[in-house]
């Protein structure tokens, strides 16, 4: 196998096992959903001013 398909193999298993850990851990910390939650308020708010 050469360099080029060893690095083919190790991107498409850091994306496809790794990737997905990552983002589960993410979208599960505190700081996340509080982060969500203040874009949701402020989008609220807008649409409150725009009277939509």
């Given at each position: 196998?050469?360099d080029?398909?060893?690095?083919?193999?190790?991107?498409?298993?850091?994306?496809?096992?790794?990737?997905?850990?990552?983002?589960?851990?993410v979208s599960?910390?505190?700081e996340f959903?509080?982060s969500?939650?203040?874009?949701?308020?402020?989008?609220?708010?807008?649409?409150?001013?725009?009277?939509l």
């Amino acid at each position: 196998m050469d360099d080029n398909q060893k690095l083919v193999q190790e991107r498409y298993w850091l994306i496809t096992q790794e990737f997905g850990s990552f983002l589960a851990a993410v979208s599960q910390s505190e700081e996340f959903k509080g982060s969500l939650e203040r874009i949701y308020k402020a989008y609220r708010d807008v649409g409150y001013q725009a009277g939509l």
